[in-house]
């Protein structure tokens, strides 16, 4: 069993930064792929960013050149830097992590709203 927590949203005007975090709860954390998705309002949860238990990458095309996703395996911890926000990444941004042949963990996600 793996438990995540994600931190770091909040409100944020255009343009602004925010570095979301997901800490999870076992050592093992090295082994699984994490990644993040959101769900915005009346929407369907979205593929945001992964990073593997190798440290390759890859973002929505949404994102990418705004937002980046990096790992601290000896915090158990990944990260979710999100560079020149716009309105509509409001969303609630949840982690993942997921290891082949194995379950999905889900974290329960924290808010990002993006301010007019």
């Known amino acids: 069993q793996v438990q995540l927590v994600e931190s770091g949203g909040g409100l944020v005007q255009p343009g602004g930064s925010l570095r979301l975090s997901c800490a999870a709860s076992?050592?093992?954390?090295?082994?699984?792929?994490m990644g993040w998705y959101r769900q915005a309002p009346g929407k369907q949860r979205e593929f945001v960013a992964v990073?593997?238990?190798?440290?390759?990458?890859n973002y929505a095309d949404s994102v990418k050149g705004r937002f980046t996703i990096s790992r601290d395996n000896a915090k158990n911890t990944v990260y979710l830097q999100m560079n020149s926000l716009k309105p509509g990444d409001t969303a609630v941004y949840s982690c993942k992590a997921y290891r082949k042949g194995g379950m999905d963990y889900w974290g329960k996600g924290t808010l990002v709203t993006g301010s007019s």
């Open positions: 990073i593997t238990s190798g440290g390759s990458t």
């Open positions: 076992r050592s093992i954390f090295s082994i699984y792929n």
